[in-house]
Structure formats: C-alpha cells, structure tokens
C-alpha cells in the first residue's frame, strides 16, 4: 500500500525580510501519517505556514528533506512540482482564494482541466464535489454572490476534486463566524473519515484543533510536541 | 480550452478599461491605416508613372509660365513624338468647396500621349469636334451626376471670364474617361486649349497666356535622358530656361512642393501611434499585475509557468488584434468616402495589401511587446509571494 504519509526531515527554512535574516524553520524533524487529520498550531511566527508550503511543494527547503505520499519533493523540478501538486494536493485557503471572474462550478472544474479526463466526466466530478459540499444550487454564482462560509465550501470542493492524497488548509475558519466555521471543520472531518483524506490544517483557533485527531506544536520554527485529541478517540 | 476562457473572463474583470484599450487600438490602427494608405497613394503615382513620357516646366517655378513659341520648337528635339500644352485652369464648381482638376490641353494629341483615358465609342470624336467640350474623369461624375450633354459652370480664380467678374466659365461635358489605371486621376476636367486661349485673349488685358508645363511622349526606343537634355539645352540661354523630367519625377516634386508630405503623415502617425502602443502596454501591465493572485491560485493547483504566460500573452492578443480588426474595419469602411473626398490631391486612394499585412504584423508585434513584461513577471513569480499579494 502507497504511503500518504509525510515526513520532514531536518528541514531548515530562512527567509530575508528588509535586510535581516529569520530563520522560520529551523533543523525540524516531523511524521505524519496518513490518512490522519492533523492540526498544527503555535503562536505566530513559529513556522507554521511555512511549513504547510513546504509539504505543498509552494516553496522548499534550505536544507533538510521534504518527503509527501512518498515523493521527495526535493528531486522535482520547478514543472514536475507543479503536476505533482495538480495531483496530489488540495489547498484551503483562509482567504478563500477562489478566482473571481468564474463561477462556482468553474472555480472548482479548474483543477480538473490539468487532467486527461473527458469533458463530461469533469462537470459530473466538479458538480459532486459541489454536492458534497452542500453547493450544488449556487454552481452558477461568482465568489462575490456568496457567503463567506460558501465560498470557503467552494474552495473545499475544489480542493478535494482532483481527489488528492492531502488536503493542506492554512487557517480555514480564519474569516468565517463560529457556526459557519462550524460546518466546514465537519466537512473536513467528513473528508477524513470518510475518503481517508490526510489533512493538515495550520489554525490559531483550540476549538478548530480540537476536530482534528492529532495537535502538532510548534514554537520558533521547532516541534514543541504532538498529541491526541478527544476526537481522536472518538473516531 | 480553459487556458482561453481565463483568459477571456481575466478581460472581463474590467469591462470599461478593455473597450477603452480595444477601442484605443482600433483608432491607432486606423490611422496607421489610412495615413500609410496616403503616403502609398502618394508614391504609387509616381511609381505608376508612364516611362514614356516627359514633363517640361519653368526652370524657375511651376508656378511660372512658358511661352507657347516653345512648343514646335519642343518637337523638333530628336526622340520627341509629340507635345501637348498643359495650364493648370484653378477654378471650382458653383462652392469653393467642390475643387477638382482642370486643365486646358491639345485635346488629340493628349487623348494619344495618355493612353491611361479609357474612352466609350464616340467620346473621342465628340470631344475633338466640341470646342467648348470637356472630357471628365469617371470620379467626377460620380461625385457630382455629371454626365454627357451637360453643362458644367466652373468659377475661375486664376483667369476671369471675358464678360466679367463672378462669370463662369462653361464646359460640356463631351465624354467620361475611364482611368485603366488605379493610380491615375479619375478627378480631371480637360478642355480644349483654343478655347481657353481664345477667352482669355478676349478679355480686358487681352494677352495670351502661357502654358504652365508642356507634357511630351518619347518616341518607343529613344533614350529619355537624352530627350531631357536636348530640351534644356534648346532654351539654355532663354528667354526663359526650361526643367525636363520624367513624369515620375516630376510627380515626385509635385508631392513635395508644399512640404515633404510623406514625412510629414508618416512622422505625426508614427507619433500618435507610439503614443497609444504605449498606453496600451501600461494597460497590460496594469491588468498583469492585478491579475497577480489569481496568478498564484492557478500554480498553486498545478498549473505551470508557461500557462501562466499563455494566459497573459492571450490576453494581448485578443486586445492587439481585436483593435487592430476593428481599425481595418473602420478604414476599410471610410476607404469609398476617402478616395471620392481626397480625389483630386490623393488620385487612386486605396488600402493596398501590402499596408494591410503590415498592419497585421505591427499587431502581433504590439501584443507580443505589451504581453512579453507581464507574462515574465508572471512567470518568474513565487506562489507563495503572489498568494500573499493584494491586488
């Protein structure tokens, strides 16, 4: 069976920001298995986007290795990192991140046009994963003729159309109220127990971590620890 | 497939600024159109002009006259096959406005020197045998309905009429030529020269003019060149020396009396045009970079940086050749208008092919350079720091 896993392996990462030098990741050694939903927190700054777009093949590393559902994304270059991300991973964004001048359905097809799959057979998978997320009525809005809560479904349908092994969501809840946030941190236990989808979900919020079934910590671009939370035992 | 409709809806993001850069382009294109169409009109004239024959004016101006004493001696010059007068009349009919070509010539020996005059059977003898008839241009009466048998009053400005100030002169229309050529003037009024010397003659100051050019036919196989010399060297010592061209030349000179004007349309269009190039870049500029983080979205679900320029260049493309299309448009709409309105200055106006190609290639030069600088920078962006960016 195909790992999904991933693993970070002494993975160093420095940015350079008005002429000073941060080191936002630094020498971190991090598994995660697959299939899990894991939550990652720790006060800003730690490192915690950073590390959401190392796995996501968005940026890479220093130093140190990045391995996602067993590729090294190290050995990839700048093309083949974009088909493997077309392939392997969907994104959340906090700020919805969906393209304005195309609807609903056309926001959540995309993905799929990187495909060899038919014409029919996109609009039938990009209309179920708009079902799938309670948004097969709004296909024909544009982002702005949707809520806040239906447009972060939207960028969840859209993430998970491609049927990608990991679903990686920076602050996800970040611009929604409680219940609307509510819904859509269901729908990603949903994914996970449901389609064993691995998810990794960066969020400053201990109600939203406390859906996911593990908590990773980190402080100063360092693994502060990882622990179980109650709907780990739940599941 | 979807490459191009993101592209497409990446246009539609701002509705108002797209029609106004297409819009921009169509004028610029336009103009370019037109203004090159003026100057290739111009040349082809001289370009078309007849190898075979000569024109003789002052060699001081062709604004002054020569006598007509000259002519038979003119045709005594080896290689010469015949002469015609040729005055410059300078009138309009019944508005200022309506202002065409008119001249007093020999009436036969020019219908031989210009075989260019297409003439329906008859038209000839009738002209010859009409002293007071005229022979016009199909543009002309096209323009105006004039047609045979009519009477056509022109207003002169240079030589009054006998019976008085404000008097016209009358023609009747004897018969219309069909110019074989596109590049000779189908604007022209001719008439007989024993009736315009004989009129002027008659009034008050009672002098006979002169003739403004004398136009010669070489005979077949003799040497221009020698034919140009023998005639300036006729009247080397006066009274009043005399400048021999080729017709092309000659037409050449005409264009440029007021004015190098073929400089003068290409420096101002090419001006205007530059102008526009450059609103329409910064456009584009302007449309990449809002487009940064939608940009950043597409790489984020795999697409690659090559798709990202496909997107942006396309969206030049469209721009560049849809105002392009629409100024070809334009201009292919205003050509009739154009021709019948500029007759007289700009004989055989026209959008040749090879202006229209040009223009072509200048639109996907222009979308290629207003494309190239956003489409780079989309494609040297990191996903990361596009997904970060505002618009």
Redesign the interface.
């Given at each position: 069976m195909t790992d999904t896993g991933i693993d970070l392996v002494q993975v160093t990462k420095t940015y350079t920001r008005a002429g000073e030098t941060v080191r936002v990741l630094d020498g971190l050694d991090l598994r995660m298995e697959g299939g899990r939903y894991y939550a990652l927190m720790g006060p800003s700054g730690s490192g915690k986007t950073t590390l959401l777009?190392l796995v996501?093949g968005?940026?890479r590393p220093d130093s140190g290795k990045v391995v996602v559902a067993g590729e090294d994304l190290a050995g990839l270059s700048?093309?083949a990192l974009?088909?493997?991300?077309?392939?392997n991973v969907g994104?959340v964004?906090q700020g919805f991140?969906?393209?304005?001048?195309?609807s609903a359905f056309?926001n959540v097809a995309?993905?799929l046009?990187?495909t060899p799959l038919s014409r029919k057979e996109r609009k039938e998978r990009a209309e179920y994963a708009l079902e799938l997320v309670g948004l097969s009525d709004r296909m024909g809005h544009r982002p702005r003729q949707l809520s806040g809560g239906q447009e972060q479904r939207c960028a969840i349908a859209?993430a998970i159309v491609t049927d990608p092994t990991v679903i990686l969501a920076d602050e996800p809840t970040g611009d929604l109220d409680r219940d609307t946030a509510d819904q859509v941190l269901e729908l990603l236990q949903r994914l996970n127990s449901e389609l064993s989808k691995t998810i990794l979900m960066v969020t400053h919020d201990p109600h939203a971590a406390e859906t996911a079934q593990r908590i990773v910590r980190l402080d100063k671009g360092q693994l502060i620890g990882i622990e179980e939370t109650a709907s780990a035992g739940a599941r | 497939?979807?490459?191009l409709?993101?592209a497409w809806?990446?246009l539609?993001?701002r509705k108002l600024r797209t029609v106004l850069t297409v819009a921009s382009l169509a004028v610029a294109f336009f103009l370019m159109l037109t203004l090159r169409s003026l100057v290739t009109t111009l040349n082809a004239g001289a370009e078309a002009a007849s190898a075979s024959r000569l024109i003789v004016q002052s060699a001081v101006s062709l604004f002054v006259d020569l006598p007509l004493s000259y002519q038979s001696k003119i045709e005594t010059v080896d290689g010469v096959a015949g002469v015609s007068k040729w005055q410059w009349f300078g009138g309009y009919y019944r508005e200022e406005s309506n202002r065409f070509a008119q001249f007093a010539v020999d009436p036969a020996i020019t219908l031989d020197i210009y075989p260019e005059m297409e003439l329906e059977a008859g038209a000839r003898e009738a002209f010859l045998g009409n002293r007071r008839g005229a022979l016009i241009g199909e543009g002309l009466a096209k323009s105006y309905g004039f047609q045979v048998g009519d009477t056509v009053p022109i207003l002169p400005e240079l030589f009054p009429h006998p019976d008085g100030a404000g008097v016209a002169w009358e023609f009747e229309v004897a018969g219309i030529y069909r110019p074989t050529k596109e590049s000779f003037d189908a604007n022209m009024l001719l008439f007989h020269w024993d009736y315009f010397e004989e009129t002027v003659a008659a009034g008050q100051n009672g002098e006979a003019p002169g003739t403004g050019t004398y136009v010669l036919e070489i005979e077949p196989g003799s040497d221009a060149t020698e034919v140009m010399a023998g005639v300036d060297a006729l009247f080397e010592n006066g009274p009043q020396r005399v400048q021999a061209t080729s017709e092309s030349e000659f037409q050449r000179q005409f264009v440029t009396m007021f004015g190098n004007v073929p400089f003068f349309v290409s420096t101002i269009g090419g001006g205007v045009f530059l102008a526009i190039l450059l609103a329409v870049v910064n456009t584009m500029l302007m449309a990449g970079r809002e487009q940064t983080?939608?940009v950043?979205?597409?790489?984020?679900?795999?697409?690659?940086?090559g798709d990202a320029v496909k997107i942006l260049v396309g969206q030049s493309l469209f721009i560049s050749v849809l105002g392009a299309g629409l100024g070809f448009v334009l201009a292919r709409a205003t050509e009739p208008g154009l021709a019948s309105a500029l007759g007289a200055m700009f004989p055989g106006y026209a959008i040749r092919p090879e202006t229209m190609v040009g223009a072509g290639i200048l639109a996907l030069l222009i979308a290629i350079a207003a494309g190239i600088a956003p489409a780079w920078r989309a494609a040297r962006l990191?996903?990361?720091d596009a997904?970060g960016g505002d618009e």
């Open positions: 777009n996501g968005l940026d700048r093309a974009s088909d493997w991300r077309g392939g994104f964004f991140n969906l393209i304005p001048v195309l056309e995309l993905p046009a990187l859209r | 497939m979807e490459l409709r993101l809806r990446g539609t993001r983080r939608d950043g979205i597409l790489k984020a679900l795999g697409f690659s940086d990191q996903t990361v997904l």
